[in-house]
């Protein structure tokens, strides 16, 4: 049984590791088509919870606490970084409308099916965090969850959602991609698959620079923290996740943004703060997992009748709709994949829709958590 702080959180870093560089690996990477690293990470980080491996001391609890508050605002200004509304701005009327409706579509829904279920006050949160991730992605719904003091196990069945509905959307995106002229013909759209192909990535990729990158994220960390536990209303953490949002937007405009390696050092922050919550989580009540996957399945069904709406009254085509709700559900991960269905010159709309909702699943993802707790009192 490990008491040691330091050898607790090099255990959790190993789970993290693990899964980490399997997702990467050729021959392991099909492992990952159904069940996301940072799914996998969560249970085992779990299982071994439940089996005794760390004791639960004062300074575990210290330690853990310690490391989830640096390491949450620096992910996020490490993601926010890539985002580039200057970009976002030049995909046009037709595209910009089609990912309004599907963030708004996707709020919708989520209020919808939590009166429709009848949830109470302690799901509100567990909602309101795979709502941060369905209009962002993992790193947002980690945020809108630590904002909204969302425990351990919650959050684990927010993961278990969000990993099921999301992979069966993705099937059902890809499936109806040969429907794409049908469609424009229901709708009255003009397709949108030739326009917009020198639209670029806004992200970065590469290991340059680490240590710079990592030296402004927790500085941003220990201002977000200073300034949040001095500002009234909100609270420490919801004040932290908004604060860091911010400076990371505002980064995005310096040359922090054109430094090589920020989405790297943000994922892998990521993976070990999944590997952290997992450690802290409870086997209590797992037999309500079936009825929070229904409610997700509940909650997409509404949302893609509501685009489908959209696309009509709009005169959107599949891509657009399409694209936009994946940008939106499945992240920079998935919605690419599904652009290049159409035609490989628009991964760099894909990418822009995606990387924005960076920014818009905290924020969007608080609106809805404070609207379920207003619901649900």
Known sequence: MI???LLYLLSVALIASV???AE???KTRFLFDYLPAVVLIYATAMVAAQLGVWEKTDALTAVYKTAKNNLLPAMLFLMLLSVDLRRFAQLGPRL???YTAA???IMIAFLAVFLLFGFGK???GLFA?????????TANMLAVGSAMHVGETMMGYALVVDAVCYTFWVMLLLAVVPLANRFARW???TQTTSTHAELGCACTIGPRRYWLLLGSALIVALLSQWLGARLPWLGQATWSVLIATFLGVAGSYTPLARLNGAQELAGTMLLLLVALIGSRAQFAHFGEIPRYVAAGFAILALHGSLLLLAAKRFRLDLFAIGVASLANIGGVASAPILASAYHRTLVGVAVLMAVTGYLVGTFGGLAVGYALQWLAA
């Open 3 to 5: 008491d040691s702080p």
């Open 19 to 21: 899964f980490g560089i």
């Open 24 to 26: 990467r690996i050729e």
């Open 96 to 98: 910009i409308a089609a």
């Open 103 to 105: 963030t708004l579509s």
């Open 122 to 124: 302690e799901e509100a």
């Open 129 to 137: 965090a795979l709502a941060g991730s369905w209009m962002g992605g």
């Open 187 to 189: 709708s009255g759209a």
